[in-house]
């Protein structure tokens, strides 16, 4: 059986990467929060990575990337629990455990700076692959019961990033 390849939240349209992160009508209260500033237009946007770079880049006081990762990090979570446990998403829960889930980061990388005095700290980066190969990261989750599964990956070449869903 094909499954359904509309947007499982609003059921209006299929579901895109740019749908589901920044177009459905539920995504939309979600960056509309205080927390993110960020009014994703439908005319403005072709493609999530283009979006995720000029957000970033923008002179309107954008939203740091830790915070534009992590809303979207909630918003596949989400759309995961209604796939897989049919619990319907809240947008208000998707800033609060972005938000949470950020402080709580950045409490815990104050405390390993602390434990490291005398040692200089090295802040982790993300270093590009070589020229023509690409990084590649994947999270998944599976349901015995029902037989069914979900996977998405993210992959970064050289100079941008993409994302892929299965």
Same mark, same amino acid.
């Given at each position: 059986?094909?499954?359904? &390849?509309?947007?499982?939240?609003?059921?209006?349209?299929?579901?895109?990467?740019?749908? $589901?992160?920044? %177009?459905? &009508? #539920?995504?939309? @209260?979600?960056?509309?929060?205080? *927390? $993110?500033?960020?009014? =994703?237009?439908?005319?403005?946007?072709?493609?999530?990575?283009? !979006?995720?770079?000029?957000?970033? /880049?923008?002179?309107?006081?954008?939203?740091?990337?830790?915070?534009?990762?992590?809303? $979207?990090? @909630?918003? !596949?979570?989400?759309?995961?629990?209604?796939?897989?446990?049919?619990?319907? =998403?809240?947008?208000?829960?998707? /800033?609060?455990?972005?938000?949470?889930? %950020?402080?709580?980061?950045?409490? #815990?990388? @104050?405390?390993?700076?602390?434990?490291?005095?005398?040692?200089? *700290? @090295? &802040?982790?980066? #993300?270093? =590009?692959?070589?020229?023509?190969? %690409?990084? *590649?990261?994947?999270?998944?989750?599976?349901?015995?019961?029902?037989? +069914?599964?979900?996977?998405?990956?993210? *992959? +970064?070449?050289?100079?941008?990033?993409?994302?892929?869903?299965?």
């Amino acid at each position: 059986m094909i499954p359904d &390849p509309l947007c499982l939240i609003c059921h209006g349209e299929p579901e895109t990467p740019e749908l $589901l992160f920044l %177009l459905c &009508p #539920w995504t939309k @209260q979600v960056w509309s929060d205080s *927390y $993110l500033r960020v009014a =994703p237009s439908p005319r403005k946007i072709s493609r999530i990575n283009k !979006w995720f770079f000029e957000t970033l /880049t923008s002179d309107n006081n954008p939203p740091s990337k830790e915070r534009l990762a992590g809303t $979207l990090w @909630q918003i !596949w979570k989400r759309r995961n629990n209604l796939v897989f446990q049919g619990k319907a =998403p809240r947008h208000e829960e998707i /800033t609060e455990e972005a938000r949470l889930e %950020l402080e709580l980061f950045n409490r #815990w990388n @104050q405390k390993t700076k602390a434990r490291s005095k005398g040692v200089a *700290y @090295q &802040p982790a980066v #993300w270093v =590009p692959p070589a020229k023509g190969t %690409l990084k *590649y990261n994947v999270d998944g989750s599976w349901r015995n019961e029902q037989e +069914r599964g979900s996977a998405v990956g993210i *992959y +970064r070449n050289a100079r941008s990033f993409r994302f892929i869903f299965n």
